[in-house]
Each structure stands twice: as structure tokens, then as C-alpha cells.
């Protein structure tokens, strides 16, 4: 078969002309040939009727129609006859004689010509002997005959016309045939072709468009991945359309896991980048604290109190990191029941301790707030928000905790976050304008917090405009 979808539907509809033609012409031929047996068996017959009826005046004859086998004449009788027709007698006793009719020299008359010894007895041994039952038989020099017999009182009188009319008819009608069917194949290979390419066109196209997506490299770096399949290829009606609208389905698919690819590669190298950063400023700093002491020693408390300070920083740094690794890796947290209502309470109580400075609001319902997680891990994530909260507001700014039943918000009245760095606030090492806050940070604070609310199932929302930002926690119920 065929390897191309094309040729194999082109050979098929060939085929079935083909096969189609052949019953068609078959069938014509064999009724053909039918009628025309049964019109050359009605012809003889009528010759048989002719000559038995026909009037006889000669010697042995009764001088009326129906005489029997003496009165006929081979020769006499074979003129009424059409040319090419045999008349024989096979008489009860005598020699059996016979005549054919060939073309003569006049118009109206033919020539008798006797059967030979050979053909005679041909005659009598493949002749049925049947009252008016037509029959096939074969005369050795003169070809096919359909004969019938008739018995009279003296023998038997034998009419036979010859099938090469028939069979030349025939061999002229299965030649057309052929000639017809052969154009028929040929017109189908060529319209069939035409029509199929023309069809499966689309699907070359959608074809294209797979090997072109293909060819791009894929291994590494940002992928762009403009190629679809056009739109008009995509009506998922037909055959066509729903490969197509499926192709476009699956290179969204993998354009949108390229991206997250690409994004999760430079987030891993800015990661690397920053923390390599946040690291190499403490031990900086602790190198050179240390090389100041050794040199000079009046200076070593001094020193030896800067290289604590810079080696907690760096202690937290490697602990919040370390953190974010975990729960990355899909670490569990514990899974208690926690009392939201007083962990918000405790951690607004410390906000006002350390930064009296600002308006400190808890907002709580009447009835106690209650989720299942880690109480230490959900403090820290209130920790960092207010934290957050006292760094990037001036003093006299408003801070409000309001805790609710799919779990709390904090609420500030600050400048709120840069228009540019509001999309990327949860993203590792992000950091507002130092200027606007006192003390530095590593950027990690909001990246734990949703870390840590999402391995409790939960989610975090940020909205923000000048005069406003609020945090939006959601963390799952009890009963959920």
C-alpha cells in the first residue's frame, strides 16, 4: 500500500471505479448476452417453424406442411433461410444430409453448400434430439450453432444459425467495456487526486505548523513560540479543526511551561545572585571587624560585638532560606488547632512595644478564631506583615489587624508600594525604597509568608494604592 495518506485515498477510490466498472460491465455483458441468445434461439426457432410449414411439391412430399422427414430438401429449404444458417435431415433410415447457406452472386439468393461427411456426423453426435430445445453445438470448419430440432414422421429436420454475431457483439461490447473502464480509472486517479490534495491541504498546513514548532530549540533560554495553526483551522466540526484546535491547545500548553521554565531558571539564578549578596555583605563585614582586632587589640570589643550583630544577620538570612527550601521541597508543617485570636493579639501587643510610634488596631469578632496549622510558623507569618507594616509607613501611620472567619487582614494607611513593584512583592529578594524605611532587610519577608500560608492550603492577596495597602490572608477552617 501506499505510504501517503494522499495516495492511499487516491488508490482507494481508483479501486473502487475499478471494481465497480468491472460488476457494472460484467452484469451488462451478461445480460447482454442473454438477449441476444435468447433473440438467435427465437430466430431459429422461427426458421424451424418456416421450414416445417413451408409447401412442398416434390417427389415423397404429402403437398402440405408437416411432412415428414422425405419430403424436405436440404438444399430447397436452406434458400428461405438467412445466410450463414444450416438446415439437416436425420431421417429414421438413409444418410443424413445438410446444407449451409452462403452469400451467392444476386441479390435475393444465396448459395447451398453441402456439409461435409465430417460435419455431418458433428452434428448428429452433439445434437439433443429435443422437440423445439434450443441447443449449443460445434461444426467442426463452420464454428458455433444454436440449433433446433423438430421430429417428423419420417425423422428429424434440424434449423441452426451461427453465434458469431453473438459472440462478436459480445467481444465488441467487453472491448468498450475495458476502453471505458480504463478512462473511468484513469479520470478517477487524476480527479481523485486533485480532490484529496485539495482536502487534505489544512492538514498539511497544521502539519507545517507542528514542524516548524519542532525546529525550535527547546532545550534552554526563553522560547518564543508565535506559531498556531491559523484560525480558520481550528473549527473543531470537523476533522481537521479539532487536530488543529488541539495542536494550538497543546502548544499553549508548552509555551506556558516554557515561560514557567524560563522564569523558574532566572529566579533560581537571581536567587543564587541575591543570597550570594546578602552573604557576602555580613561576611565582609566580619572579615573585616576580625582583621581590625588582630591588628589592633584596643579595638576588639568593639569588633567582636560587630561580628555578633553581623553573624545573626546572617544566621536569620541562612534560616529564612533554609525555610523557603523546605517548604519548596513540600515539607509538611505541624497540624494543630490554633488560636488565630490570640496569636493576633500577642503579635499586635509586641508591634506596639517595639514601635510605639504608630497607631496599632486589632479588629476581632466576639466569637474565638480557630484554624489547624503550625501556631509557630502562622506567628511568623503576622510577624513579618507587621513588620513590613512599621518599615514602609512614617510614623503616625495607622496599622489595623482584622481577623475573620477565613482568617485576617492587615491594613495600613502608608504611601503603599511602588506601581512597578506591587506585581513582583511576593517574588525572593524583592525590596521597596530604601529610603522610605529605616533598617534593611534581605527582601525574603513577604516570600515566607506566602510560602508558608500556601503549605497551609491557604493564599494571599495584595492590594495597593497610595493611602492604602492591605494583606489579605485566607487560611483554610477547621472543618475544611
Known sequence: MPRTLTARLVAVAV?????????????????MKRNLDAQLDAQATESLVRTVNAPRGGPGDDGGP?????????????????????????????ELTGAVRSEGDGESYGVAEPLSERQLESLHDDMPYAEYEPATVRIPELGSYRVVCHEGEGGWVVVGLPTADVSRTISDLVRFELLATLLGVAAAAVAGTVVVR??????????????????????????????????????????????????????????????????SEQQVRQFVADASHELRTPLATIAGYTELARRRPEATGTALAKVETESARMTALVEDLLLLARLDAGRPLAREPVDLSRLLLEAVDDARVVDPERSWRLV?????????????????????????????????????????????????DGPGFPPDLAPRAFERFVRGDAAR???????????????????????????SRPGGTTLTVRLPSPSG
Do not use: C, W
Request: aromatic content about 2%.
Open 437 to 463: 524605611h529605616r533598617d534593611g532587610g534581605a527582601g525574603l519577608g513577604l516570600s515566607l509568608v506566602e510560602a508558608i500560608v500556601a503549605s497551609h492550603g491557604g493564599s494571599v492577596a495584595l492590594s
Open 198 to 263: 485539495r482536502q487534505l491541504a489544512p492538514l498539511r498546513e497544521v502539519s507545517a505548523t507542528a514542524h516548524r514548532v519542532a525546529e525550535l530549540p527547546l532545550a534552554s533560554g526563553e522560547i518564543d513560540m508565535a506559531d498556531r495553526v491559523p484560525e480558520r483551522l481550528t473549527d473543531e466540526r470537523t476533522e481537521i479543526g479539532q487536530v488543529g484546535a488541539a495542536l494550538n491547545t497543546m502548544l499553549d500548553h508548552v509555551e506556558a511551561s516554557l515561560g514557567q521554565r524560563h522564569r
Open 364 to 412: 476581632l469578632p466576639d466569637a474565638p478564631l480557630t484554624v489547624v496549622g503550625d501556631g509557630a510558623r502562622l506567628h511568623q507569618v503576622v510577624s513579618n506583615l507587621l513588620t513590613n507594616a512599621r518599615k514602609y509607613t512614617p510614623p503616625g501611620s495607622t496599622v489595623t489587624v482584622t481577623g475573620t472567619a477565613a482568617g485576617f487582614t492587615v491594613h495600613d
Open 66 to 94: 408437416g411432412g415428414d422427414g422425405d419430403g424436405f430438401d436440404p438444399f430447397r429449404d436452406i434458400l428461405r433461410q438467412d445466410e450463414g444458417a444450416l438446415v439437416a435431415v436425420v431421417p429414421e433410415e438413409g
Open 15 to 31: 479501486l473502487l471505479v475499478a471494481v465497480t466498472a468491472l460488476l457494472i460491465g460484467t452484469a451488462t455483458t451478461l445480460a
